[in-house]
């Protein structure tokens, strides 16, 4: 065994801890360059980048810092203002439709704590400039029972707003108001219904909870869905949609990717009264028939039977005697009518109906109208929605039941004028 002495072992470990420093100094000296020399290439402004494949390589040595500098790209192309293909369509639509959507407020008349009549506040809505002029097509709801109505526009203005026409079997009506000289409106033009396919994007405007020109967006999410809107109302063929519609938005447009009016907002289906995802537009093409005879006439041309019709009920067919409790029964037929040629028989046998203090004559063993061309006719609401779309003399199949019977009649339809009396 060698043996050393304390100066030699001390003089060892000296130069021991020496060339250890000297060795951990040269690493990290290494390492540092070799840092910076590649954030030299990846940074954007560095001019030390002279060659693509070499910038590909380190990108790929250190991802997180590639990524970083990918987030600072995007973040920047933001700010730039670039939008993706669908937030360019949004933002291109609103801009060219939303001046021409109007809120509607409504005043009514009520009764105060002394039953004196006194002017109150009613509902709010919305509306669509279809013409230059100030025309406005919105709800029959929207105005209802209105005494006064006001129509504000984009820019803070309001206007008085009067009446053209109102037709509640399709909820649409006609306001104008009279915009100053030199006042160029916006409007929104109709587009067409008819093509629309379940999936298509669709845009909402109005005014929800007096928030106004709101814009909320969906696809058609049904078509032809018949539903009813009051007792005697059922309006066909409305779009539904889960664009959210809600409290205020009704009687705004219903537009598609163009910025085409394709509905007008009317309804939602909900249990708390605000947007569950199944929101119903009246189709452009029904509003489009609509409003050209309101501004024509002030009322629709509509074809009708020219009968008296009374509701059949399980009371009705109890007395009567009759094994049907639904559908309309002819009362009374009027005579020299299209009804009366296609064979349609009215009522013979005289009753009372309705309240004791109120009572209606009707008449008894006439025919008892069941469907009208293949809708189905179970209540007075069927009936009118049957013949919504029908002009006069447009013929439709009656189906009748007579006797025991179903028979089935062409009737030419007569208009709303010749329908007065019977």
């Known amino acids: ?119 109150q506040d009613g509902g709010s809505g919305s509306g669509s400039i279809i013409d230059k002029r100030g025309y406005v097509v919105t709800n029959v709801h929207v105005i209802s029972d209105a005494s006064k109505i006001s129509i504000s526009l984009a820019d803070g203005s309001t206007y008085e707003g009067r009446v053209i026409g109102q037709d509640t079997e399709s909820d649409i009506a006609v306001l ?27 845009i909402a405007i109005g005014n929800p909870f007096a928030l ?3 814009m909320t967006t969906g696809i058609v999410s049904g078509l032809g869905r018949p539903i009813q809107e009051s007792t005697n109302v059922i309006i066909r063929n409305m779009i539904q949609t889960d664009a959210a519609i809600n409290p205020g938005n009704s009687g705004g447009p219903l537009l598609d990717t163009q910025g085409r009016m394709i509905g007008i907002n009317t309804m939602i289906m909900s249990n708390s009264g605000s947007s569950a995802g199944v929101g119903f537009a009246v189709p452009v093409s029904t509003a489009r028939r609509v409003v050209n005879d309101l501004l024509q006439f002030g009322k629709v041309n509509r074809g009708t039977i020219s009968i008296t019709p009374v509701q059949m009920t399980s009371s009705i067919a109890q007395y009567a005697d009759l094994d049907i409790d639904h559908g309309i029964l002819v009362s009374s037929v009027k005579r020299g009518s299209s009804a009366e040629k296609a064979g349609i028989k009215g009522g013979t046998q005289a009753v009372q109906y309705g309240s004791r203090f109120n009572p209606t004559t009707i008449y008894l063993g006439g025919d008892i109208i069941t469907a009208i061309d293949r809708i189905t006719v179970s209540s007075y609401a069927d009936y ?23 028979l089935k009649l062409n009737v030419k339809l007569d208009s709303s004028d010749e329908n007065t009396s019977l």
Not at 86 to 95: A, F, K, L, P
């Open 176 to 202: 104008k108001f009279n915009p100053p000289a030199g006042v160029t409106l916006k409007t929104i033009d109709f587009g067409d219904s008819e093509k629309l396919k379940v999936g298509q994007k669709v």
């Open 1 to 119: 065994m060698k043996l050393y002495t304390k100066q030699q072992l001390f003089r060892t470990a000296i130069i021991g801890v020496l060339a250890g420093a000297a060795i951990s100094c040269a690493a990290i000296f290494i390492f540092r360059t070799h840092k910076t020399v590649h954030v030299d290439r990846v940074s954007p402004s560095s001019n030390s980048v002279s060659q693509t494949d070499s910038s590909a390589t380190n990108a790929e040595e250190i991802p997180g810092e590639n990524a970083s500098y990918a987030i600072q790209t995007t973040a920047s192309t933001q700010l730039d203002g670039s939008y993706t293909q669908d937030e360019t369509q949004n933002i291109s639509v609103y801009e060219k439709c939303n001046e021409a959507v109007v809120n509607i407020t409504t005043q009514v008349m009520g009764i105060n704590w002394f039953l004196e009549p006194v002017i």
């Open 212 to 214: 106004e020109r709101t």
């Open 384 to 406: 009118t929605s049957a013949l919504e779309s029908k002009r006069p003399g447009d013929m439709v199949t009656v189906t009748v039941y007579r006797n025991g019977k179903s």
